[in-house]
């Protein structure tokens, strides 16, 4: 059949058939933990903007009988989303745009964000383009960018204990501790949420267990980074 997903507010998921458009009738129903104001369906699943209670997942392979699969928490309300291949892309008013892998619904993974200037009640997507509806902050276009850091070695790979001696950073710098007790120059990589390399530092290792590293961030924009 043909159906219509609806986000009801309060009243959840609604699920209509409309094979009939002048005798749409509702088939099935699924209660969501607050209000329900946007969804999109993919596949066999609807993916429902749950205000407080961020993203919800709901199995509508049986439109008679939904049930939820699986969550993922938001830090600001969930007003929208659309899904984009493998991703979920939520309007969270001020907690701008997630970007959710939702490849296995039962184990969701951030793996972007968009930090908008108002709030993100609104989102649509058209290739390779991002659309916001911001709030006081107007219409928002932010570009689609490849997801994830690749990995490649020419050499053997050799793992080391760090540790991250403040956080966030301060006064200009990121302070590690690395405990490796060998010499030589070693370099470290930033990246950013989308997997783009901004920088890269060098440091002489002095052969000292428990060396402190100081990089320096003084030309990086705020936000998050993994190094």
Same mark, same amino acid.
């Given at each position: 059949g043909h159906y219509a997903y609806v986000a009801d507010d309060d009243e959840g998921l609604r699920i209509i058939d409309v094979s009939d458009p002048a005798n749409p009738h $509702?088939?099935?129903?699924? &209660?969501? *933990?607050?209000?329900? @104001?946007?969804v999109a369906v993919s596949g066999q699943y609807a993916y429902v903007a749950d205000e407080h209670e961020g993203l919800r997942i709901i199995d509508v392979s049986d439109p008679t009988h939904p049930y939820e699969v699986g969550f993922f928490d938001t830090w600001g309300d969930a007003r929208s989303v659309v899904v984009v291949d493998s991703c979920a892309y939520i309007a969270a008013e001020r907690g701008g745009i997630y970007v959710i892998d939702i490849s296995d619904p039962s184990d969701l993974r951030q793996v972007g964000y968009y930090d908008t200037p108002g709030k993100a009640y609104g989102v649509a997507f058209v290739?390779?383009?991002?659309?916001?509806?911001?709030?006081?902050? %107007?219409?928002?276009?932010? $570009?689609? @960018?490849?997801? =994830?850091?690749? $990995?490649?070695?020419? =050499?053997?790979? +050799?793992?080391? +204990?760090? +540790?991250?001696? *403040?956080?966030?950073?301060q006064d200009g710098f990121i302070r590690l501790c690395l405990e490796i007790s060998s010499q030589g120059v070693v370099a470290f990589d930033l990246y950013n949420i989308a %997997? *783009?390399?901004?920088?890269? &530092?060098?440091? @002489?290792? &002095?052969?000292?267990? =428990? *060396? $402190?590293?100081?990089?320096?961030?003084?030309?990086?924009?705020? %936000?998050?980074?993994? @190094?």
């Open positions: $509702e088939v099935g129903f699924c &209660s969501t *933990q607050d209000k329900a @104001l946007g290739n390779p383009y991002i659309y916001v509806a911001d709030y006081y902050a %107007g219409f928002q276009v932010y $570009e689609k @960018l490849p997801i =994830g850091i690749g $990995e490649t070695a020419s =050499g053997p790979v +050799r793992s080391y +204990r760090v +540790r991250l001696l *403040q956080n966030p950073v %997997g *783009q390399k901004v920088a890269t &530092s060098r440091k @002489l290792l &002095s052969g000292s267990d =428990g *060396q $402190e590293i100081k990089l320096p961030t003084k030309n990086l924009a705020s %936000g998050i980074y993994f @190094l």
